[in-house]
Nanobody, 120 residues
Framework: QVQLVESGGGLVQPGGSLRVSCAFS??????IAWFRQAPGAERKYVSC????????YEGDSAKGRFTISKDSEKNTVLLQMASLKPEDTAIYFC???????????????WGQGTQVTVSS
């Protein structure tokens, strides 16, 4: 059964760090990506890790601050976020597709999302 379940969201102060997790099943060799959606905005690409060779592809919002990684034994993809800003506030979704692509239409499966709020 295909499943993606996000966890780890919460409230963090500006400049702080947070790690969100995506537990997946039934998705061997799929690429796993993170997207985020702020209130009233479109869902945007954050980062992706290839299911075939572990290559990572960061979007502009992630460069220098966010790190994506995969624990294959636990079937979990992690997004470690640092130096968080209020504009990082969004619902963070993980998604699975054949390849890492920037377009959300390229992903076949989605989780329900986890809320990340950056505020003092």
């Amino acid at each position: 059964q295909v499943q993606l379940v996000e966890s780890g969201g919460g409230l963090v102060q500006p400049g702080g760090s947070l790690r969100v997790s995506c537990a997946f099943s039934g998705l061997d060799d799929y690429a796993i990506a993170w997207f985020r959606q702020a209130p009233g905005a479109e869902r945007k690409y954050v980062s992706c890790i290839s299911g075939k060779d572990g290559s990572t592809y960061e979007g502009d919002s992630a460069k220098g601050r966010f790190t994506i990684s995969k624990d294959s034994e636990k079937n979990t993809v992690l997004l470690q976020m640092a130096s968080l800003k209020p504009e990082d506030t969004a619902i963070y979704f993980c998604a699975a597709g054949p390849f890492c692509k920037y377009s959300r239409q390229s992903y076949d499966y989605w989780g329900q999302g986890t809320q990340v709020t950056v505020s003092s």
